[in-house]
């Protein structure tokens, strides 16, 4: 009875420190040690709706987060060159679902693959059955993610088509992280909502079937890929989301513990000129502080 009771404790602890983003037997993330770029900032103002609807301290944290996913996973341009912008969008994708939760640290992810389009289950750029956007790696891929950055751009571009490949991804790792990609999110969802979850998840798959449903018909491949798609739903079209499925939106918000429907009121900002405030707050013109060649 000692000896099980042992074994039950040790398993407690080993999930705490997966949902706290410590790992297991993994090496811990390297934590920023200089100022967050200038240069970042300005593709997060001009490019990420969530970001620009942050409050001053909300917008430091998220920064600090997409700095710290910045230096601790690789991100690598296959047959295409990866810029800034590339690789803060990426950051940005992961740090979207995951914001509520600051010690969050994607301990199952070394190095995200960036392809300039379409691919096949064989990670080819060419030839036929190019159909993949996006792909979580698994066997000799563990530890890696598959983008495409025409997907990645388009998710940022498109504010109304409750799509954005990248937090598709990032979902299914957030999924992955308690040992099982199955749509339930066990580190996240309390174990009260779990089968409440399962069973909203049937129906709204049967109602995609039946065709009664503005949720994109991928959701309805299994439990994994609705959870996948709804998110995006819900990170993407929240207001929209909450008004057609209540039920869902509300799991969601218990899921992500972040309230959407009242988050995205303003839009990412205009490009910056050098005659504009600086986007850090310090009061001085842009060209003066942050913009200084």
Same mark, same amino acid.
Not at 74 to 103: K, M, Q
């Given at each position: 009875?000692? #000896?099980?009771?042992?074994?039950?404790?040790?398993?407690?602890?080993?999930?705490?420190?997966?949902?706290?983003?410590?790992?297991?037997?993994?090496?811990?993330?390297?934590?920023? +040690?200089?100022?967050?770029?200038?240069?970042?900032?300005?593709?997060?103002?001009?490019?990420?709706?969530?970001?620009?609807?942050?409050?001053?301290?909300?917008?430091? !944290?998220?920064?600090?987060?997409?700095?710290?996913?910045?230096?601790?996973?690789?991100?690598?341009?296959?047959?295409?060159?990866?810029?800034?912008?590339?690789?803060?969008?990426?950051?940005?994708?992961?740090?979207?679902?995951?914001?509520?939760?600051?010690?969050? *640290?994607?301990?199952?992810?070394?190095?995200?693959?960036?392809?300039?389009? !379409?691919?096949? *289950?064989?990670?080819?750029?060419?030839?036929?059955?190019?159909?993949?956007?996006?792909?979580?790696?698994?066997?000799?891929?563990?530890?890696?993610?598959? !983008?495409?950055?025409?997907?990645?751009?388009?998710?940022?571009?498109?504010?109304?088509?409750? /799509?954005?490949?990248?937090?598709?991804?990032?979902?299914?790792?957030?999924?992955?992280?308690?040992?099982?990609?199955?749509?339930?999110?066990?580190?996240?969802?309390?174990?009260?909502?779990?089968?409440?979850?399962?069973?909203?998840?049937?129906?709204?798959? +049967?109602?995609?079937?039946?065709?009664?449903? +503005?949720?994109?018909?991928?959701?309805?491949?299994?439990?994994?890929?609705?959870?996948?798609?709804?998110?995006?739903?819900?990170?993407?079209?929240?207001?929209?989301?909450?008004?057609?499925?209540? /039920?869902?939106?509300?799991? !969601?918000?218990?899921?992500?513990? *972040? /309230?959407?429907?009242? #988050?995205?009121?303003?839009?990412?900002? #205009?490009?910056?000129?050098?005659?504009?405030?600086?986007?850090?707050?310090?009061?001085?013109?842009? /060209?003066?502080?942050?913009?200084?060649?």
């Amino acid at each position: 009875m000692e #000896k099980l009771f042992a074994i039950l404790i040790i398993a407690f602890i080993v999930l705490l420190l997966i949902k706290f983003g410590k790992g297991v037997g993994k090496k811990r993330w390297k934590k920023p +040690d200089k100022p967050f770029s200038a240069s970042w900032r300005k593709i997060l103002f001009e490019n990420i709706l969530f970001y620009n609807n942050l409050n001053a301290d909300e917008k430091n !944290l998220f920064e600090y987060k997409v700095h710290e996913f910045l230096i601790n996973v690789r991100i690598t341009g296959v047959e295409t060159e990866v810029n800034e912008y590339d690789r803060v969008l990426v950051a940005a994708s992961a740090i979207i679902p995951i914001f509520a939760f600051p010690n969050w *640290q994607y301990f199952n992810l070394n190095e995200v693959l960036l392809y300039p389009g !379409l691919f096949n *289950q064989e990670f080819k750029t060419s030839g036929e059955e190019r159909s993949i956007a996006g792909m979580v790696g698994t066997g000799y891929m563990e530890g890696k993610m598959v !983008l495409s950055k025409k997907a990645l751009h388009h998710g940022f571009r498109n504010e109304t088509d409750k /799509k954005n490949t990248a937090i598709h991804e990032f979902v299914h790792l957030i999924d992955k992280a308690d040992g099982n990609i199955d749509g339930i999110p066990s580190l996240l969802l309390e174990k009260q909502y779990a089968i409440p979850w399962i069973d909203l998840i049937k129906k709204k798959i +049967d109602e995609i079937y039946d065709g009664q449903s +503005d949720i994109n018909p991928y959701g309805a491949t299994n439990k994994t890929e609705f959870f996948a798609v709804i998110s995006e739903y819900f990170f993407e079209r929240p207001k929209l989301l909450k008004q057609k499925h209540p /039920k869902l939106y509300n799991l !969601l918000e218990r899921i992500f513990d *972040q /309230k959407m429907a009242g #988050k995205l009121k303003k839009s990412p900002g #205009k490009e910056i000129n050098r005659n504009d405030p600086c986007l850090c707050g310090s009061g001085e013109k842009y /060209k003066r502080c942050c913009g200084k060649p």
